[in-house]
């Protein structure tokens, strides 16, 4: 079974603290993801990987930075933390970017609240 | 903009009735089409892929696929209370990103 972890279920920032959110998987996937969810907006995606050190912008990604130092390893950096990036933050990985191996798994989430 | 629309919910059916669950999209281009379940405060996983035009199966779900239409729809046959939950309707289109719809809720009744 694909596992994928996020390092906190809920944390608490407040506004221009620098967060940091990992999240690890363990079936050796090239590529992976982080979304943000909220109400009414659905789940956006805001950087994804499809390799160590490789990333790319998804559809928001203002705000936001992400690492990618291993290849199980990904982690979402919010540089000055603002009140309007509160939301639940889901990661996903797959084991390829289309095929049989596309499907993303998510990670349990983490939802952030900005005070 | 490639969107993903799903129809608004919420939707409620007895239970052993069936679910039936909409979504149209706007790329031309996609090539992958997926359904995911989400309750509510854990994150989605996956029911159902579909990639090629008609309807694929898979215990009592049905997916499927009119790509000259652009949709692509669920059926939940003999609904129980447990498929209660918010579907969510995801396409992957020729820039190899995941666009989702915004999901529907879905109420079962016992």
């Known amino acids: 079974d694909v596992k994928v972890t996020q390092s906190s279920r809920y944390l608490v920032k407040r506004t221009g603290e620098k967060v940091f959110l990992e999240c690890v998987q363990d079936?050796?996937?090239?590529?992976m993801f982080w979304y943000r969810q909220d109400p009414g907006l659905g789940l956006r995606l805001i950087y994804f990987s499809y390799d160590v050190k490789m990333k790319e912008k998804g559809d928001i990604p203002e705000g936001y930075s992400v690492s990618r130092e291993k290849k199980e390893r990904f982690s979402l950096i919010l540089e000055s933390a603002s009140t309007n990036q509160t939301s639940m933050y889901l990661c996903?990985?797959?084991?390829?970017?289309?095929?049989?191996?596309?499907?993303?798994?998510f990670g349990p989430g983490t939802r952030l609240l900005v005070l | 903009q490639k969107e993903v629309e799903q129809n608004s919910g919420p939707l409620s059916v007895p239970e052993g009735a069936i679910a039936s669950l909409n979504c149209t999209y706007s790329?031309?281009?996609?090539?992958?089409f997926f359904w995911y379940r989400q309750y509510s405060g854990k994150s989605p996983e996956l029911i159902m892929s579909i990639y090629s035009n008609g309807d694929k199966e898979d215990g009592r779900f049905t997916a499927q696929l009119n790509k000259a239409s652009q949709y692509v729809s669920l059926l939940i046959r003999d609904s129980q209370p447990s498929d209660s939950a918010t579907y969510l309707c995801?396409?992957?289109?020729?820039?190899?990103?995941?666009?989702f719809g915004k999901g529907t809720l879905l109420t079962v009744n016992p």
């Open positions: 995801a396409q992957r289109g020729s820039n190899y990103k995941l666009t």
């Open positions: 996903a990985s797959s084991l390829e970017m289309a095929g049989a191996g596309e499907t993303q798994y």
């Open positions: 790329d031309r281009g996609s090539q992958s």
């Open positions: 079936m050796d996937h090239e590529n």
